[in-house]
DNA sequence: GAGTGGTCTAGACCACTGA
DNA sequence: CAGTGGTCTAGACCACTCA
């Protein structure tokens, strides 16, 4: 008689027990809900912490779980949708959902200056935005507008007064496109620091053109969560679903 | 005399050691070079290689490097802008990058039948797709499409003419929007082996609605390659940008 | 100060690749 | 087959939160 090869390619413990673990927070645990900590799971489960924190690692990334130092491993509410690039063209700081923190005139990383099609050494207006949902820090983001956008821009303002002046410039112009891109990174400690994680947390980062006269008039650079922000895009409304990501997925 | 304190936080090991690898990627090496081992790299930087291997698994997260068992690690060429919802409306499956590569009618998960709006145990027809880009996999793909979305399908449909016939009679209605959303998962066993990454690979998930007189008549749950891929959006063509993403962001 | 998650070590063995 | 990255262990100490 053969053997019973159930598994050619044996999965991983730490595969496995996301799995289990995966299945015992849809049965048996609350939104909210502490876990045990890692030393006991760990033995619970008869793993060594590294191999369980691997488990939770991926459960984290995938927004399941929401660790937190000194206090421990809680269960995740569902990801929630955050608009972004509605139907209707609209310039950054026209009624939309970011909150100014800071502005400073200063010269652009190179890759930005390549963005807007600037000199390398050029210097421009960088307003530093925070975006915020129920009460928590979703999105960081620096928003980059050239001098030559904003002609009108009257000299010497206050540092309070400077944001608020370059963005009302700013809409006095037409917008004609925008195009966004979107990829993974993570948080550098300024970001972190605002969005309430640690360096080097997973986030997806959005980088956005903003037209006029055929010319870039302003980009920005928009840091998400990843953990706790789904990005929904499109003219349809926000997604309603309550169920997460993973579970959209099977096997075909 | 107080004491000297440049670093109230000091940062982790692994986090210089990315710092320095990522400068070293810039200065010393070429796209496609192969680096030092991890024992080596580990001892050359004193440090022991699990650290190691905690900077290089950041570093292969943002796309700055591939690792690949039984080969080595190279350094990763920049990201692909992949388009993801073109500024013209489309059905899948008419002139766009996915090539079918299976086709089958099942009951849909129950998020799924959430989105499509159809019940628990209807079976709905499931193409998997995948998408290529200069010669390697970025993305996989399974599209649902309820068979209300497609009454004149003919029946007993041989497996390789189902999903052409889906798509044919598809792409007779009338799409009225699309909506889309982007969340950060990990690949799953089998989108991993189509991606030819190991499962639990970082992806992005798109997940896209398309609209026919005021129903969902399709979706599609579509899983990215987040080492390698870029998604762009809007209607001002694909991002131009050669450098990194971390490239394009500064401390304000 | 007790308890949590975050970092780090120094090993070991396994799965996979390619000569 | 030798060499690579992937997994796993059993510890240790640190940074942080909160009572």
Chains 1, 2 share one sequence.
């Not at 949708?81 to 005139?105: F, H, I, K, L, Y």
């Not at 200063?106 to 390549?114: D, L, M, S």
């Not at 009108?152 to 206050?158: E, M, N, Q, R, T």
Request: proline share 7%; charged share 25%; with cysteine.
């Amino acid at each position: 008689m053969g053997t019973t090869q159930l598994e050619s390619v044996p999965e991983p413990k730490y595969w496995h027990l996301k799995t289990v673990l995966n299945d015992a927070l849809d049965s048996e645990f609350e939104v909210g809900e502490i876990l045990p900590n890692e030393r006991d799971l760990a033995a619970r489960f008869g793993v060594a912490r590294a191999t369980l924190r691997q488990a939770l690692e991926q459960l984290e990334l995938e927004g399941r779980l929401q660790r937190r130092r000194g206090v421990g491993t809680t269960v995740a509410p569902p990801r929630m949708g955050v608009a972004v690039g509605p139907s209707a063209n609209s310039w950054p700081g026209a009624r939309d959902a970011w909150e100014t923190v800071g502005c400073v005139e200063a010269v652009a990383p190179a890759a930005i200056a390549a963005l807007l099609g600037t000199g390398p050494d050029e210097a421009v207006h960088t307003i530093r935005r925070a975006r915020v949902m129920r009460g928590q820090p979703v999105a960081a983001e620096l928003l980059y507008v050239p001098p030559a956008s904003v002609p009108g821009l009257p000299a010497d303002l206050s540092p309070a007064a400077h944001a608020p002046a370059v963005l009302r410039e700013l809409h006095a112009l037409e917008l004609e496109g925008e195009d966004r891109a979107v990829e993974l990174g993570s948080a550098r400690a300024d970001d972190a620091k605002q969005l309430d994680r640690l360096p080097g947390a997973p986030v997806l980062v959005v980088t956005s053109r903003y037209y006029t006269g055929g010319r870039v008039a302003a980009a920005s650079v928009s840091t998400y969560r990843a953990d706790t922000c789904r990005l929904t895009f499109g003219d349809a409304g926000a997604f309603e679903v309550t169920h997460h990501q993973q579970d959209t997925r099977q096997a075909s």
